[in-house]
């Protein structure tokens, strides 16, 4: 009996804050419970349980209902878009400050530094406010684009079909949160590259300081794959699970995306650094970028390949 409530429970804990997870978990159990034992007494059977479960409703529309009305957003997206603002809103200003002071510590002018930090502080508050209209824009549009990111299957709510707590094909809420958010970030950043002609640490428009050029089709290809993870995580969070051939595309745009840095990032900074400082010409230094790059993908491949085997697995389970 227990064991399907702890399933729901542990379903609508994905999608709170993980502040209140908790406290949330905690209250919840007892509403179930309290719900069973006035509706079918002290000895329920599965099927009574399921059916208490379902007039409660989707996990994630119950988590949603702890946060207050929405209107902008409903509650089925919602918990995604915090969880993409919560992740995202404290790393824009941080990476851009951290960008800012590291370009001018490289940079061989001098440089106001207080008046460096300021104007740092301000840019990152700007990215923070344009990701945050991006990312509730973003939710708004799909919100109002009708069923192609839910599960059809899914369009009716099953208490006896929610996945167990250690499903291999559940989705990471933190991981994939996490990623949505980096990949704005990487996003807005590959078209401010595009914009300035190259790679720059320093984000001004008005002036991007020393420019690196690097190939313009690789940043494209860098775009589309980085726009591609977040729609992948994005439909994997709303659905709530991976599949063989989703994560199979991840894994393609990951080993795209490490590529990608190869001719984007690596290759370009080596460069500079060997003209830079003609003493690291000596220790090979071009060599470097093609050794990190293998190493990137082995570790990719071991990662995601051992994941893609256990949902082939599950999969030939189910088939079974």
């Known amino acids: 009996m227990s064991e399907l409530i702890d399933r729901y429970v542990h379903q609508?804990?994905?999608?709170?804050?993980?502040?209140?997870?908790?406290?949330?978990?905690?209250?919840?159990?007892?509403?179930?419970?309290?719900?069973?034992e006035d509706r079918y007494g002290d000895s329920p059977d599965r099927t009574d349980i399921?059916?208490?479960l379902k007039h409660l409703g989707d996990p994630r529309t119950m988590a949603a209902s702890y946060s207050g009305e929405q209107s902008l957003v409903g509650p089925e997206l919602y918990p995604f878009l915090m969880t993409v603002l919560r992740f995202g809103l404290p790393l824009v200003p941080a990476v851009i400050v951290i960008a800012n002071i590291v370009g001018a510590a490289l940079s061989p002018d001098d440089n106001?530094?207080?008046?460096?930090?300021?104007?740092?502080?301000?840019?990152?508050?700007?990215?923070?406010?344009?990701?945050?209209?991006?990312?509730?824009?973003?939710?708004?549009?799909?919100?109002r684009s009708g069923e192609e990111f839910r599960d059809p299957a899914a369009s009716e709510f099953n208490p006896l079909e929610l996945p167990a707590v250690d499903d291999p094909a559940a989705v990471d809420?933190?991981?994939?949160?996490?990623?949505?958010?980096?990949?704005?970030?990487?996003?807005?950043?590959?078209?401010?590259?595009?914009?300035?002609?190259?790679?720059t640490l320093r984000f001004d428009f008005n002036n991007p300081g020393d420019v690196l050029p690097v190939p313009t089709g690789w940043l494209i290809v860098l775009f589309f794959t980085t726009i591609g993870a977040v729609f992948l995580n994005l439909?994997?969070?709303?659905?709530?699970?991976?599949?063989?051939?989703?994560?199979?595309?991840?894994?393609?745009?990951?080993?795209?995306?490490a590529v990608g840095v190869y001719f984007v990032l690596l290759v370009p900074v080596t460069e500079r650094l060997?003209?830079?400082?003609?003493?690291?010409?000596?220790?090979?230094?071009?060599?470097?970028?093609?050794?990190?790059?293998?190493?990137?993908v082995v570790l990719m491949v071991i990662a995601s390949g051992s994941r893609l085997i256990r949902l082939w697995q599950q999969r030939q389970g189910v088939k079974a």
């Open 12 to 36: 609508v804990g994905l999608y709170v804050r993980p502040k209140d997870r908790a406290e949330i978990e905690k209250e919840l159990r007892s509403q179930i419970q309290d719900q069973i």
């Open 235 to 257: 439909w994997a969070l709303i659905r709530r699970r991976w599949t063989l051939g989703t994560w199979l595309v991840q894994t393609l745009l990951d080993l795209t995306g």
């Open 173 to 199: 809420r933190f991981e994939s949160g996490i990623g949505i958010a980096i990949g704005m970030l990487f996003g807005i950043a590959i078209l401010y590259f595009l914009q300035v002609g190259g790679l």
């Open 50 to 52: 399921a059916a208490a």
């Open 112 to 143: 106001d530094w207080v008046r460096l930090l300021l104007d740092s502080i301000f840019t990152g508050a700007q990215a923070a406010l344009i990701f945050f209209a991006i990312a509730v824009i973003f939710f708004a549009i799909l919100e």
């Open 274 to 296: 060997s003209q830079a400082v003609p003493e690291l010409r000596d220790v090979q230094l071009e060599n470097v970028p093609a050794i990190l790059t293998v190493i990137t």
